[in-house]
């Protein structure tokens, strides 16, 4: 994600475009917001987000609570594979 920042807004709110493995600047800034905990991210540290929603996330464990919040049915991996079975 080199050469993304812009020094237009060096401390104003980016607008971004997620794709599926980069984004796009739409209007410079220099932190998009995170869409769990509302926490500035810096551009130069933005490694997570879900281009389907548009949506930033600050690290995996919001990205994961968002997925869980809006996907409950889905479960985890061992609920998925059945392996929380007890017998």
Not at 2 to 14: H, Q, R, T, V
Not at 24 to 42: D, E, H, M, N, W
Not at 49 to 63: G, I, K, T
């Amino acid at each position: 994600m080199d050469n993304k920042s812009f020094s237009g807004k060096p401390d104003g709110l980016a607008r971004l475009r997620y794709d599926l493995s980069d984004y796009q600047i739409l209007s410079p800034g220099s932190f998009v917001l995170c869409a769990v905990t509302g926490k500035p991210i810096p551009l130069e540290e933005l490694r997570y987000w879900n281009p389907m929603r548009q949506e930033a996330y600050c690290d995996a464990v919001a990205s994961t609570t968002r997925e869980a919040a809006l996907n409950p049915a889905s479960g985890d991996a061992a609920t998925a594979t059945g392996q929380d079975r007890r017998e």
